[in-house]
Every structure is written in structure tokens, then in C-alpha cells.
């Protein structure tokens, strides 16, 4: 069972930035492909980026390309999620998952494991 626990939500004006970081328990971390998904009230949950094991291959929503950053460090068992530029559409609760499937996954079935989300909220 792996645990994920989430922080660096926060409350920002357009055109700021928050960067996320999700913790996971796993000491084998380096076997599950991560990704970051978010849900806006009202909303269906959506991928927001993934990336691989070893990082080698990322994903990113065309939302967000060009301002979202994913990354991961594999020694300290966590995965990142820079924003910057952000925009009031990017208002939701972002979700950091976990699977043990190869190469970037950006499927909701595809994850296995959730993290209970942080509040991300920009203000226009």
C-alpha cells in the first residue's frame, strides 16, 4: 500500500506561483509512475501531468504546457509540481496518484493510489 500525502497548495493571484510536492511512503518509488490530476468544483477529475519512473518521460495537459513543471526525486521518495503563471481556471483541488505501470500514464483507472488532494485557489 502506498501513501501519498500532499502539500504546497495555497491561495495565489493570477500570474503567480505555488509549487506542490507529494511525499509517498514506497520505499520502491522508483518502481510507480506518478502524475498530478486536479478536479475544479463541478468538475470531472482531470490529468494535469506524468511522468515516469525515472523521469525520463513526461506529460503534460494542454492547459497547462509551457507553465507546469513535473519532476521527481526518487531518493527522497517525492514528486513535484512547479506552476507557474497561473491562472483563475487553474482553480481546483490537485491530486498527486501513484501506479506501478510503466511509462506516463494519464488515465484516473490507470492510478492505484490517491492522495487526499490539496486546495490550489488563484484569485484573478
Known amino acids: 500500500q502506498v501513501q501519498l500525502v500532499e502539500s504546497g497548495g495555497g491561495l495565489v493571484q493570477a500570474g503567480g506561483s505555488l509549487r506542490l510536492s507529494c511525499a509517498a511512503s514506497e520505499r520502491t518509488f522508483s518502481n510507480y509512475a506518478m502524475g498530478w490530476f486536479r478536479q475544479a468544483p463541478g468538475k470531472e477529475r482531470e490529468i494535469v501531468a506524468a511522468?515516469?519512473?525515472?523521469?525520463?518521460?513526461?506529460f503534460y495537459a494542454d492547459s497547462v504546457k509551457g507553465r507546469f513543471t513535473i519532476s521527481r526525486d526518487n531518493a527522497k521518495n517525492t514528486v513535484t509540481l512547479q506552476m507557474n503563471s497561473l491562472k483563475a481556471e487553474d482553480t481546483a483541488v490537485y491530486y498527486c496518484?501513484?501506479?506501478?505501470?510503466?511509462?506516463?500514464?494519464?488515465?484516473?483507472?490507470?492510478?492505484?493510489?490517491w492522495g487526499q488532494g490539496t486546495q490550489v485557489t488563484v484569485s484573478s
Open positions: 496518484a501513484a501506479t506501478p505501470r510503466g511509462g506516463v500514464r494519464v488515465e484516473k483507472y490507470e492510478y492505484d493510489y
Open positions: 511522468i515516469s519512473w525515472f523521469g525520463r518521460t513526461t
